[in-house]
C-alpha cells in the first residue's frame, strides 16, 4: 500500500506499508506539485533494479532532483538533516527549517541549469552543490578550528555518498568539484566552475536579496543596519557578477541578474532616503586589483555623504590584505571636523 503528500518546501513523500498498515518504507523528494501524479505512478509501476536502471535516462525527462532520488533513495534527505542538525548545533536551537539548506537547494538548482547549458550531465554537480555548504557549521562550529569549510564537507560527503552506493569515480568528481572552490582551481575543474558560477549567482536577482534580508533578520540586524553595514559589498558583487563567472552559462546569467539587483538596491537606497531612515549615496571608487596585474576593480561604497554627528566631510582610506580565501578590502572614514571614524571591510570579488 502507498501513501503521499506533500509537505513544507514542495516535498513529495511516499509512504509503503504492508496489509497491516506498517510503515516499511519512506521516499522524500523535492519535485513540482505538476510532477507528483507521474512520480507516484513512476515508483508504483518500477521495480527498483528497473528504475536504478532507468535512472540514468530520469533527468532528460523530469528534474534532476527525481533522478537523484531514484538513484540513491533517501540521500537528499539525509543532506538535508545534516543541514539541520549542524546549523541547530551552531544556533544552539531546533528550528525543523534551515535557512543554509534553502540557499543549497537554490544553488544547486541552478548547477542543473548551468550544466544543461554547459552541455554536461547534471546529475554530479547537483550532488557536489547540495554538499558544497555541508562543512559550514561541522561539529556546531563556523569554520572549526580553522579548518577551511570545504574541506570538511568533501570529509562529509565522502562517507556518505559511499553509504548511498555511488562508483569510486563519480565520488571523487564530487569531492574534487567541492574542495576546487577554495584552491582558485575552480576554472579547471568544470564541475568546480559551475559550482562557483552556481553559488554567487544564488546571492542575486530575487532570491539572493531576499536572501540577504532574511539572513540580516536573523543575526538581529534592523533595515538600516544591514544596509549601512553590508550593502557595498552586495553592490560591489552585483555590479561585477559577469567578471566573477567561470562558465559562459554563468556569464549570461549573471548579467540579467546584476541588472535586477542593482536596480533594487538603488531604489531601496531612494526609498530609505526619502522615509528619512537612511541618508545614503553610492560612492564608487576605481582600485587596483590585488593579485592581478594591470586590472582594476570598481567598488560600490554605500555612504553618508557627510558625518551624521556634524555634517563634517570625511576624508577616506583604504587597504587590502591577504585573507584566507580572498583578497579582503578594508575602508577607513574619519570625519575632519569631530573625528568620528567608520570602518568597513569585506573580500573583494574575484575578477575572470
Known amino acids: 500500500m502507498f501513501a503521499t503528500e506533500t509537505i513544507a518546501g514542495s516535498i513529495f513523500r511516499i509512504r509503503q506499508s504492508d496489509s497491516r498498515g506498517s510503515q516499511t ?4 523528494i523535492p519535485v513540482r506539485a505538476t510532477d507528483q501524479a507521474a512520480l507516484l505512478h513512476h515508483h508504483l509501476t518500477l521495480t527498483r533494479r528497473a528504475r536504478d536502471n532507468a535512472a540514468t535516462m530520469a533527468s532528460k525527462r523530469t528534474s534532476t532532483f527525481v533522478s537523484i532520488e531514484s538513484r540513491f533513495p533517501g540521500l537528499l534527505e539525509k543532506v538535508r538533516q545534516v543541514f539541520r542538525d549542524t546549523e541547530n548545533a551552531y544556533e544552539g536551537g531546533d528550528n525543523p527549517e534551515s535557512f543554509l539548506w534553502e540557499h543549497t537547494m537554490h544553488v544547486a538548482s541552478i548547477a542543473d541549469q548551468l550544466a544543461r547549458a ?22 556546531g562550529k563556523y569554520h572549526r578550528d580553522g579548518t577551511i569549510e570545504e574541506e570538511e564537507s568533501a570529509r562529509i560527503a565522502g562517507p556518505l555518498l559511499r553509504e548511498f552506493g555511488m562508483k ?74 559577469p567578471l566573477n563567472m ?40 576605481r582600485i587596483p586589483y590585488p593579485s592581478r596585474a594591470n586590472k582594476s576593480l570598481t567598488v560600490q561604497l554605500v555612504v553618508s555623504p557627510a558625518c551624521p554627528e556634524c555634517g563634517g566631510d570625511w576624508d577616506m582610506g583604504w587597504s587590502t590584505e591577504k585573507g584566507v580565501k580572498c583578497e579582503k578590502l578594508n575602508m577607513d572614514w574619519r570625519c575632519s571636523h569631530c573625528g568620528k571614524q567608520l570602518e568597513t571591510s569585506f573580500c573583494l570579488p574575484e575578477i575572470v
Not at 25 to 28: D, G, S
Open 25 to 28: 518504507k519512506e521516499i522524500l
Open 118 to 139: 554547459e552541455g554536461l550531465h547534471p546529475q554530479i554537480p547537483v550532488i557536489a552543490a547540495l554538499f558544497h555548504d555541508a562543512g559550514k557549521f561541522a561539529d
Open 168 to 241: 569510486p569515480a563519480d565520488i571523487t568528481r564530487v569531492l574534487s568539484g567541492v574542495k576546487a572552490l577554495y584552491n582558485e582551481q575552480s576554472r579547471k575543474n568544470r564541475i568546480g566552475a559551475i559550482l562557483h558560477d552556481a553559488d554567487f549567482l544564488s546571492k542575486f536577482g530575487a532570491m539572493g536579496v531576499a536572501s540577504f534580508f532574511t539572513k540580516a533578520t536573523l543575526r538581529g540586524r534592523t533595515l538600516r543596519s544591514a544596509v549601512i553595514g553590508y550593502l557595498s559589498k552586495e553592490l560591489t558583487y552585483a555590479a561585477c557578477l
Open 246 to 285: 567561470h562558465t559562459a552559462a554563468g556569464k549570461k546569467l549573471a548579467t540579467r541578474k546584476a541588472r535586477d539587483s542593482v536596480r533594487f538596491f538603488r531604489s531601496l537606497l531612494d526609498e530609505l532616503r526619502e522615509a528619512r531612515i537612511a541618508a545614503l549615496e553610492v560612492r564608487p571608487i
